[in-house]
């Protein structure tokens, strides 16, 4: 069994021990409150406001679980190599996609102020032509670490 903690790249970090977690759909609330927290970070940089999307919602979720599944916070997932494969395969045409993960006892106020004061995350934020914006979580096998994940993206054409 790996330990939790253990980096196998900068972005690929076992969390915890894989297992069964617990899965949930995003709720409009959730989208929205992400959305908005987003739009808090972009209106002060005079960028145009993204807007909550169910389809990125729904990659966010279902990429939360596969990391939570596999107790491993990574970009990557099981059968996909980012965010854009996760988008496409739900309808969604991007002509950019970025992606912010986490794991750890952090709710959704917690988690987005995070990504607010972290660089790299921020910049993920921050990119001008984003408009459409999902957030998913899920809860490891251990009941305890919450796996987050935020998908920005903007649609072709």
Same mark, same amino acid.
């Given at each position: 069994?790996?330990?939790?903690?253990?980096?196998?790249?900068?972005?690929?970090?076992?969390?915890?021990?894989?297992?069964?977690?617990?899965?949930?759909?995003?709720?409009?609330?959730?989208?929205?409150?992400?959305?908005?927290?987003?739009?808090?970070?972009?209106?002060?940089?005079?960028?145009?406001?993204?807007?909550?999307?169910?389809?990125?919602?729904?990659?966010?979720?279902?990429?939360?679980?596969?990391?939570?599944?596999?107790?491993?916070?990574?970009?990557?997932?099981?059968?996909?190599?980012?965010?854009?494969?996760?988008?496409?395969? +739900?309808?969604? =045409?991007?002509?950019?996609?970025?992606?912010?993960? %986490?794991? /750890?006892?952090? @709710?959704?106020? $917690?988690?987005? *102020?995070?990504?607010?004061?972290?660089?790299?995350?921020?910049?993920?934020? +921050?990119?001008? =032509?984003?408009?459409?914006?999902?957030?998913?979580? %899920?809860? /490891?096998?251990? @009941?305890?670490? $919450?796996?987050? *994940?935020?998908?920005?993206?903007?649609?072709?054409?």
């Amino acid at each position: 069994m790996v330990k939790p903690g253990t980096r196998f790249s900068d972005n690929d970090i076992q969390a915890t021990a894989a297992g069964k977690p617990t899965c949930t759909a995003t709720s409009a609330a959730q989208n929205a409150a992400g959305a908005q927290a987003t739009n808090a970070v972009r209106r002060g940089a005079g960028l145009p406001p993204v807007q909550p999307n169910p389809a990125l919602a729904r990659a966010a979720a279902r990429h939360a679980c596969d990391m939570a599944e596999r107790g491993r916070m990574a970009h990557h997932g099981s059968g996909t190599k980012g965010p854009s494969d996760r988008v496409k395969a +739900l309808g969604y =045409q991007p002509s950019v996609t970025a992606e912010n993960i %986490a794991a /750890g006892p952090y @709710g959704i106020e $917690r988690v987005l *102020a995070e990504w607010n004061g972290s660089q790299g995350h921020r910049a993920n934020m +921050l990119i001008p =032509q984003v408009r459409d914006y999902g957030i998913g979580q %899920a809860i /490891g096998a251990d @009941g305890k670490t $919450r796996f987050w *994940a935020a998908v920005y993206a903007a649609p072709r054409g």
